[in-house]
DNA sequence: TCGTCCGGCGTTTTT
DNA sequence: CGCCGGACGA
């Protein structure tokens, strides 16, 4: 039995509101995933719902994983087992596997990143009349937000999206088309695609969503806030035969609109599932009420909004902080005293965080923490997947297990350099094209086609003949430093750079690359085949591929990252900088006269992150692209009255410190000053 | 076939 | 300022 007693009211009331629709507004730092856990546990121990009936859907593996972890420390591994955890993705992809064929796909297909739909749409345009007059860019965003709209090339000419009169949605129908076939005859799907098809699955084989609706009897669906229209379609389609759905979401925290997430799905659940159930989570046991009182001043500003209001029992004399700088370097530099100053007093490193806009902001701050000796790990970046190096693993892998994949089997049929150039290519993608077979068939069948090259097709065909079978018969991990050492992959990466330290560096994500495969193997024993791993990766899917059990206790590092990346997480301390206009707001916004909510939004989820203390900086000047631009505070801070809310400090005087502070401080800069002398007396 | 040079451009990104 | 993609020449 679940005692749900150490639920706060109106989290037992969620987690006590089992059947029909039921909206949990949960603000920032409310307890948010100790309600879905208890709720789903109370589910299975005190209502004895069985588990197979479940089904909660995050947007990330991490969020699923942790659910996951969670429930079962609360029902044991034996209870939670049945329960299904997954992502949008994953879940589309699992329903795809076992479905896909009745959409005219084959099982094993292929799935593509934006870097591979770039690929085939740069094609695409290139092949159409005067393609070269359209930016491809605009036309992939404006097929991404078809897809999201679920619009599939036929039905595009007849939407509302299509004018006639407007060359570039010819252009776009032309693209889109052609991309869509290039896809099938591949047998591979995009990201979009695995969401796409499962919604076309729904609405075109009504039975099969009925199938599915009827297994998940219960569902939950994480930070609805984010979901787009295909996530809501899908969603409708696991309800077609019940109404016990449980969305959770901040619409407060709504940040990814650009990425197609459609904020009205969170402000009007009512109205979408008519008799829906309520529950508003406003206590926060995250920040003190100071940092609890900006951030509800903040977003206040927001007009169209669930009205709620964070409050907090934690009381502390910290007042959030407003400091200007110089610069950027400045900003850096007065941070990172800061910092050293916390790391002398025996603090934890792992208490902060430095959040700003956009990645480029981490530049100053990674040079001087290096240079101060504070150890710093920075969040985001590139993936792991699409480094140069892994990416031509995975496809050499993609094209092992699907050799129509046309794309992969481009990427890697020249890499290593085997002197098959676009010449070559040209003929058998004519051959190809001549014949209606696969790329790989007519690399097969006809290795003979230039004389010149016949060896040189001939080895390559070889190579993958050849590891279909050691595929089959070695493990995972043995088979792939098989394949690196068979094409010499190595001495590749050598002659490709001329840096002792790019070489290393690309060497050690394929070294990296075969441990994650060894580790997958370690975790998922029978399970770990080739497809899987492939497919775990371009999920994002690490859970156990990467080192895991460091979630809860950080390393003694300072954590930098964006807003958007921080949002779920919490630290002790926060750095949010460069809250300047054009960074927060970002002048895209501005200068399209775009709502600028979603920014504003940005900046409340910054500020709701810090637990004791937050600390807002800009600067009066930034270097953007090499020139000094003068910069000024966010309106979202400086339109507020912010009197006894934040308090304003200027770092680049003395100004703000007692005279003892100043004299420490001033001893301390020109100690630095006469270091940074003798460095450069050098010269 | 492959390497070099020039010009344009520059947010955020859970999959 | 620095990266990436396309053009062009060896």
């Not at 996951?68 to 994953?90: D, N, P, Q």
């Not at 029978?526 to 994002?540: I, M, P, R, S």
Request: overall charge negative.
């Amino acid at each position: 039995m679940i005692s749900l007693s150490g639920l706060n009211a109106a989290q037992r009331q969620a987690a006590e509101t089992i059947d029909g629709p039921l909206l949990i507004l949960a603000g920032a730092g409310s307890g948010k995933t100790r309600t879905i856990t208890y709720r789903i546990a109370h589910m299975v121990d005190n209502l004895a719902l069985p588990q197979k009936s479940i089904l909660a859907v995050s947007f990330t593996n991490k969020a699923a994983k942790e659910m996951r972890e969670r429930i079962i420390g609360l029902l044991g591994k034996k209870k939670a087992r049945g329960l299904t955890m997954a992502t949008f993705h994953s879940l589309g992809v699992k329903i795809l596997k076992k479905e896909i064929s009745k959409l005219g796909y084959h099982k094993n297909f292929s799935i593509y990143d934006s870097a591979d739909q770039s690929a085939i749409m740069r094609e695409a345009l290139k092949s159409f009349k005067a393609g070269k007059q359209f930016d491809q860019k605009i036309i992939m965003a404006k097929i991404g937000k078809l897809k999201n709209q679920g619009i599939g090339p036929d039905d595009y000419a007849d939407s509302e999206y299509f004018d006639d009169e407007d060359p570039y949605d010819h252009a776009t129908h032309y693209v889109y088309d052609y991309y869509q076939d290039k896809l099938k005859f591949y047998n591979a799907i995009d990201f979009d695609d695995i969401l796409f098809l499962t919604v076309k699955l729904f609405t075109d084989f009504p039975e099969v969503a009925k199938q599915y609706s009827e297994q998940f009897r219960y569902i939950m669906i994480d930070e609805y806030q984010d979901t787009n229209n295909l996530q809501f379609d899908l969603i409708t389609g696991l309800t077609s035969t019940h109404n016990n759905l449980c969305v959770v979401g901040d619409d407060d925290q709504a940040i990814y609109s650009f990425r197609g997430a459609d904020i009205t799905n969170i402000l009007s659940f009512e109205r979408m599932f008519p008799g829906a159930k309520v529950v508003k989570l406003e206590e926060n046991y995250r920040s003190v009420s100071s940092i609890l009182e900006l951030a509800n001043k903040v977003i206040k500003e927001n007009i169209n909004r669930r009205d709620k209001t964070l409050w907090s029992q934690r009381k502390s004399s910290h007042t959030p902080l407003l400091w200007s700088m110089a610069n950027t370097e400045h900003e850096a530099e007065v941070i990172s005293d800061e910092i050293s100053k916390h790391q002398s007093n025996g603090g934890h490193l792992g208490d902060i965080a430095v959040l700003y806009r956009s990645n480029t902001q981490a530049q100053p701050f990674e040079e001087v923490f290096r240079m101060n000796q504070i150890p710093y790990t920075i969040i985001g970046g590139q993936k792991f997947y699409e480094k140069k190096e892994v990416k031509d693993l995975m496809a050499y892998l993609t094209v092992i297990l699907n050799p129509k994949d046309q794309l992969q089997l481009r990427r890697i049929l020249n890499i290593p350099n085997r002197g098959i150039g676009s010449r070559t290519l040209e003929k058998y993608l004519e051959k190809s094209e001549q014949e209606d077979i696969s790329l790989y068939e007519a690399l097969y069948r006809y290795p003979d086609l230039d004389p010149n090259r016949e060896k040189h097709i001939r080895d390559f065909t070889g190579i993958i003949t050849k590891f279909k079978e050691v595929f089959d018969l070695q493990s995972l991990p043995e088979a792939i430093s098989k394949l690196v050492e068979d094409i010499g992959f190595y001495e590749f990466i050598d002659k490709s750079y001329d840096s002792a330290k790019q070489v290393e560096r690309r060497r050690n994500d394929v070294n990296f690359f075969i441990e994650s495969a060894e580790r997958f193997v370690k975790y998922n024993g029978a399970h770990a085949t080739l497809k899987n791993f492939v497919e775990k990766l371009l999920l994002q899917d690490n859970q156990d591929t990467e080192e895991d059990e460091d979630d809860d206790i950080r390393k003694n590092e300072v954590t930098m990252m964006t807003f958007h990346s921080s949002k779920g997480l919490e630290f002790d301390t926060v750095y949010m900088v460069g809250v300047e206009e054009e960074s927060l707001p970002h002048k895209n916004t501005i200068k399209n006269g775009e709502d600028i909510s979603e920014e504003r939004r940005l900046c409340y989820v910054g500020i709701t992150r810090a637990q004791q203390k937050l600390i807002m900086t800009y600067c009066k000047e930034r270097k953007l692209y090499g020139k000094d631009t003068p910069r000024f505070i966010s309106r979202f801070i400086n339109e507020l009255d912010k009197d006894g809310f934040c308090v304003h400090q200027d770092r680049t005087t003395f100004g703000h410190m007692t005279e003892e502070e100043a004299d420490d401080y001033k001893k301390g800069f020109f100690a630095n000053l006469i270091d940074g002398l003798d460095d450069d007396s050098m010269f």
